[in-house]
């Protein structure tokens, strides 16, 4: 009882603290860093979706480093959730468990996700493609790609996913964005430079924004494959929790 | 109500009763939705901070937002801050790799003590 009230006090005061800070009120014109972004991040980087520029190219730097602790975090459940051979509770799980769980998918999810395997893959590639034109990018794409991975996970339980394909694509494509980076170092004089690295194209086409597609594309290889290895893993521990 | 206290108070709303889940409950699994939850509130207030009443998404498609020939000064009065939007994009992605691993420790201690009760995992307690 005594925990329930000071978890309301502490509730009540985060919301008047949250009114406190929000009466001031948001901006109603753009900030000094967001107006010379938006002013000259189309002259710099010909990318037409300003917040992919900012992501990026502006603070690519942080991008690494989001991707890094993505890895980490799928990294660290593998670890968690790693199989032991003399794990006691592997024998914990009862036989009905098992069997529920050897029952194979309705029909409806097998054939459904024949049908739309392609079609998913294809559209997580066509957003991160288009990253720098339209809203999207690496991770959303990703996420797409990830969750065709998942519709096939759960229409066969049994299914193994291609690991050594799937760790070369994650490891090629974080290496190449540092690749990437280190490009720009050499050639321009910054890490993650964009402008006089390769030619910049035309606004508003695909071939444009210069290497701002490039690192997309492998954000999107990366964080797909990183998100479809964490869903395996976490469907294998349910696996291996049943024995 | 303006469309951004809107946004701010559902924001809040969101923040509250994830923070009271993640607070109240003692099931492990109703935790980690709090947090969830906690997370989307969080996402929310970022993006609506940067949002402007009347303004577009900051996509420069539209030649019309190209008035003077390379300054754009056009088109900075006509769309949302992007860097708040770019900052939810890096705070999404890290929730969820924080949900994922707070997740893979629940199935552990739910493999280990067969409980999902907070109550029950007494060892770091002093």
Redesign the interface.
């Known amino acids: 009882m005594m925990g329930r009230a000071v978890t309301v006090v502490l509730l009540l005061c985060v919301a008047g603290l949250f009114w406190y800070l929000a009466s001031a009120g948001t901006p109603a014109e753009l900030g000094s860093v967001s107006r010379r972004y938006v002013e000259r991040g189309l002259e710099e980087n010909r990318g037409s979706n300003l917040v992919t520029s900012v992501v990026v190219n502006y603070r690519g730097l942080d991008t690494l480093g989001e991707v890094t602790v993505l890895f980490l975090s799928v990294t660290g459940v593998a670890f968690v959730l790693r199989r032991r051979r003399d794990d006691e509770d592997a024998t914990k799980g009862s036989a009905a468990d098992a069997a529920r769980r050897s029952v194979p998918a309705s029909e409806l999810v097998q054939t459904g996700a024949r049908l739309l395997l392609g079609p998913m893959i294809l559209f997580g590639a066509y957003i991160f493609v288009h990253g720098h034109l339209t809203p999207g990018g690496g991770f959303q794409g990703g996420a797409v790609v990830a969750s065709a991975v998942l519709l096939l996970l759960l229409a066969d339980r049994k299914r193994a996913l291609p690991h050594g394909l799937m760790s070369w694509l994650e490891s090629l494509s974080g290496f190449g964005f540092v690749v990437v980076g280190l490009v720009g170092l050499g050639v321009a004089g910054s890490f993650l430079a964009n402008r006089g690295v390769v030619p910049l194209g035309t606004w508003n086409r695909l071939f444009s924004a210069g290497l701002i597609p490039v690192i997309y594309v492998l954000v999107g290889l990366k964080v797909g494959s990183e998100l479809a290895a964490l869903l395996d893993v976490m469907m294998r521990g349910e696996k291996g929790g049943a024995g | 109500m303006t469309q ?1 206290t809107l946004y ?1 108070a559902s924001a ?1 709303v969101l ?2 009763v994830g ?2 889940c993640a ?2 409950k003692r099931n492990l699994l109703r935790m980690v939705l709090g947090f969830a939850i906690m997370d989307t509130g969080v996402h929310l207030l970022i993006a ?5 009443p009347g303004r577009t ?5 539209d030649p019309s937002m ?1 008035a003077d020939a ?4 056009v ?2 009065e006509r ?1 949302v ?3 708040p ?2 900052l939810v ?2 705070a ?3 929730g ?3 949900t ?2 707070m ?3 629940v ?2 201690l739910f ?2 003590e ?1 409980t999902l009760d907070v109550g029950a995992f007494r060892r770091l307690k002093w």
């Not at chain 2, 609506?48 to 402007?52: K, Q, R």
């Not at chain 2, 390379?70 to 000064?73: K, M, N, P």
């Open positions: 951004g701010l809040l923040i509250l923070l009271a607070l109240l609506s901070v940067g949002f402007i998404a900051p996509i420069i498609d190209l390379g300054t754009l000064a088109a900075a769309v801050d992007p860097v939007q770019a994009l890096t999404i992605v890290i969820v790799g924080v994922a691993l997740l893979a420790y199935v552990r493999a280990r067969g």
